[in-house]
């Protein structure tokens, strides 16, 4: 199930806001800049379908949100637990960054953890199968794929290399929770 906790930053362990609810995840992400939806595919998919067959299930939601944000790329990505590069894909993405084009994921199957800091404030986004979230340029996140990933992902991008994460130093990750499968409820 699809998660919002809302952290103040100095307090890791303590939520201020806690939501499953797709109008509550989307109405408090919506100040920050942040976009929430779900989608569902019109036609049935099954785990290891070619990328062409993923996209054309989500043709007219990839059709719209390109002819919207200006798109000149979408992918689809499938890490598993058995990747054997998981554990280095996996510690890429742990440390705040930014991008300089905007971040927008859709989770095909799967799941995965985007926090977002923005001011005082840490926004964990568990997405689960059926979110989309499009996070914009140069807000501070990081991403969390577990010890054992498993996800399928469309990937929207404008710029091949707007995509590159730009570290700010700080250590403010490691003080938040991790994705482990068995505890992200």
């Known amino acids: 199930m699809s998660r919002l906790r809302i952290f103040h930053e100095s307090t890791p362990d303590t939520p201020e806001f806690v939501s499953t609810e797709v109008d509550a995840i989307a109405r408090e992400l919506a100040p920050i800049g942040v976009g929430f939806e779900r989608w569902e595919a019109s036609k049935p998919i099954q785990p290891g379908d070619e990328p062409d067959i993923i996209l054309d299930a ?11 944000r200006g798109f000149k790329t979408v992918d689809v990505v ?60 140069s807000t501070l996140h990081w991403f969390d794929m577990g010890p054992e990933p498993s996800f399928v992902a469309i990937r929207f991008f404008t710029e091949p290399d707007g995509w590159v994460g730009h570290f700010t130093g700080t250590d403010i990750a490691q003080r938040f929770p991790r994705f482990e499968r068995d505890a992200a409820g």
């Open 58 to 68: 989500y043709r007219s939601d990839i059709d719209r949100i390109v002819a919207e």
């Open 78 to 137: 499938s890490i598993s637990p058995e990747h054997p590069s998981r554990e280095e894909m996996r510690r890429k993405f742990l440390d705040e960054h930014f991008h300089k084009e905007d971040e927008v994921r859709f989770f095909v199957a799967g799941s995965g953890l985007f926090t977002l800091h923005v001011g005082e404030k840490v926004y964990e986004m568990k997405c689960e199968e059926g979110d989309l979230i499009s996070v914009p340029d």
